[in-house]
């Protein structure tokens, strides 16, 4: 079974640039993370989708941050304008709960995009 | 609020030897599940392991061990004979009922140099 995939895996923008993440969830996976993790901490919820939902977007910077999951299945991340406290890996994971607000399913996460603001 | 702590923020051992990673976590809920993750060099999380707060019982698979203390909000981690593929940070997270889904807490991670 194939895991999440990310693209791309890397990207080196100057600040005041725009940029976006693309992510394919699991197969048959219904819910779908954005997380942000900074150089040594762990890893921070942006966003999570349920299907073509957003769940929680609590943490998600709106100002200048965006994401969508228009078909329900992969989705886009995007930074507009960027700014330097932005350089971390972004990280996406799926889960199976097909139930909105379904609590302890396993997350799995893809490789992730390495951001560097400069 | 939940809160996770890895007091340890990063761990020596030599090849062979025994090492136990810390986590420490709050929460107001009696249902939670608790998780461990391994972070390889590569950067993806590599799921290991789901808890949930009804089941105290200890895993153990292969050189991996998990002990689960309600009492004292622990959920330590052992890794028994170490290899240098171990080395990694690992992560302790934390998923409660918050009602908006199944967000995951992180700790700050504990970064494993496993020497030959």
């Known amino acids: 079974e194939a895991g999440v995939a990310q693209s791309p895996r890397y990207k080196i923008i100057e600040k005041r640039q725009s940029v976006a993440f693309w992510c394919n969830p699991i197969?048959?996976?219904?819910?779908l993370y954005w997380y942000q993790q900074i150089l040594g901490q762990g890893p921070k919820l942006l966003i999570q989708f349920q299907n073509n939902g957003v769940v929680d977007d609590s943490q998600l910077p709106k100002d200048r941050f965006s994401a969508e999951r228009l078909k329900g299945v992969d989705s886009t991340l995007k930074i507009q304008p960027a700014k330097l406290e932005d350089s971390a890996v972004y990280l996406c994971a799926s889960s199976l709960d097909r139930r909105r607000g379904a609590v302890g399913e396993t997350q799995y996460f893809g490789p992730g995009t390495r951001l560097l603001v400069l | 609020a939940q809160k996770v702590t890895q007091a340890q923020t990063e761990i020596s051992v030599v090849e062979k030897e025994d090492v136990t990673l810390d986590c420490v976590y709050e929460t107001r809920d009696t249902t939670y599940y608790l998780f461990w993750y391994k972070q390889p060099p590569s950067g993806e999380l590599v799921f290991l392991i789901r808890?949930?707060?009804?089941?105290?019982q200890n895993e153990i698979s292969g050189r991996y061990s998990w002990n689960f203390q309600k009492s004292t909000s622990s959920f330590n981690f052992t890794i028994t004979a170490s290899q240098v593929v171990d080395s990694a940070v690992y992560f302790c997270a934390l998923s409660e009922n918050n009602n908006a889904g199944n967000m995951l807490t992180f700790g700050g991670g504990t970064r494993l140099m496993v020497k030959p």
């Open positions: 808890r949930n707060s009804f089941d105290e």
């Open positions: 197969s048959g996976h219904a819910t």
